[in-house]
């Protein structure tokens, strides 16, 4: 056991902090950099990918039960550099480079013990209140939920392994495999990743829909063997018939269009956080025996990712659109009602304030 923490050089004392404190309310505010505590790590923050959930706390102050009621740092996509750990910590050397699961669950209740940590109801993820994000200079972590990255993957792409691990948790719970036919359905970053995973898994067809011709483009440059603009063009006149839906979009009418495309025995995938209730077509899905589930985040989902996104079968990359400073992440959470080809805003807490 180590008593003290293990620092890398010199740190501050402070750190910048982009703070939530209602609709609308973004600041920029200084804080002591936090000391990390048994068997954890202090990261500094190099780069973290926005999320539709972090311009739905900034633009509605809640999401379901979950309710900014205090002041809340956003982001939970980040990647990192160990720069010190605490008492007990061994996993980690201060200058690894690291991509942060960022969700650290009990560890004991029955959903941890059965492996479905991701389920568990006393789960600490970041940006999701009262629990603090990465949108600043350093977090704290378990240091386990701190996974080491390649020199293969830059700083952005190992941000973009927790949307990633979305995809691959989806395609996983849809059970893709070698030959599979997969409907995607939006073409958000989750969509693309989702889109990816599912050629890497086997599929020999993955169409994408979506109503946005740039993101189309996208999925087609990634690997997508079709595209349906259904803006322009009936999904159901296509006669695809998927095995798998991995339903990205969080549309009601999209969902249930594209479920009544399945086929037989075909598996239904609800990745996209829309409403808080669907209507289903359920004579479509019980004449069919379609199996229908949600999915909640991910387990153990970064390995895989790290491997597939190093070997290049996912390109995060090509998802990053627009990069933004610590204090321009009011910018990076509304620039999607500006421009149209954004797909993954970046966040880069080092970066120099701008302007």
């Given at each position: 056991m180590r008593p003290t923490p293990r620092p890398a050089g010199d740190l501050p004392s402070t750190m910048r902090v982009s703070v939530l404190r209602g609709v609308h309310d973004l600041v920029l505010e200084e804080r002591p950099v936090p000391v990390p505590g048994p068997r954890e790590a202090l990261i500094r923050v190099t780069a973290v990918g926005t999320c539709g959930s972090d311009v739905h706390y900034y633009e509605h102050g809640r999401i379901g039960d979950f309710v900014v009621e205090q002041p809340l740092v956003l982001g939970h996509e980040p990647a990192g550099v160990v720069v010190a750990t605490g008492a007990g910590a061994t996993l980690h050397e201060p200058g690894t480079r690291v991509a942060l699961e960022p969700g650290v669950p009990c560890s004991t209740c029955s959903q941890c013990r059965l492996g479905r940590y991701n389920l568990c109801p006393r789960m600490r993820f970041f940006g999701t209140p009262p629990?603090?994000?990465?949108?600043?200079?350093?977090?704290?972590?378990?240091?386990?939920?701190?996974?080491?990255?390649p020199d293969a993957l830059g700083d952005e792409e190992g941000a973009l392994l927790e949307p990633l691990s979305v995809g691959v948790w989806a395609c996983g719970k849809a059970r893709v495999r070698?030959?599979?036919?997969?409907?995607?359905?939006?073409?958000g970053p989750i969509g693309l990743v989702a889109a990816q995973c599912a050629r890497a898994f086997g599929a020999s067809e993955v169409v994408v829909t979506d109503v946005n011709a740039d993101r189309l483009a996208v999925a087609t440059e990634i690997g997508a063997t079709d595209v349906v603009d259904v803006s322009a063009r009936d999904l159901a006149g296509t006669g695809y018939e998927p095995d798998v839906l991995l339903e990205c979009s969080g549309v009601a009418a999209a969902t249930g269009d594209a479920i009544r495309q399945v086929a037989r025995a075909g598996r239904v995938v609800l990745v996209g956080m829309g409403g808080d209730e669907l209507t289903l077509p359920l004579s479509h899905v019980q004449g069919r025996e379609?199996?229908?589930?949600?999915?909640?985040?991910?387990?153990?989902?970064?390995?895989?990712?790290?491997?597939?996104a190093a070997s290049g079968a996912v390109d995060l990359g090509r998802l990053v659109t627009h990069r933004f400073a610590l204090d321009e992440v009011e910018q990076a959470l509304t620039v999607a009602a500006r421009d149209s080809t954004v797909i993954k805003p970046v966040v880069l807490p080092q970066e120099s304030r701008r302007g």
């Open positions: 629990v603090d994000g990465a949108f600043c200079e350093y977090v704290v972590l378990r240091e386990d939920f701190a996974h080491p990255i070698p030959g599979s036919r997969v409907l995607v359905t939006g073409a379609l199996e229908v589930t949600g999915t909640f985040r991910y387990a153990s989902t970064w390995p895989a990712a790290i491997d597939l």
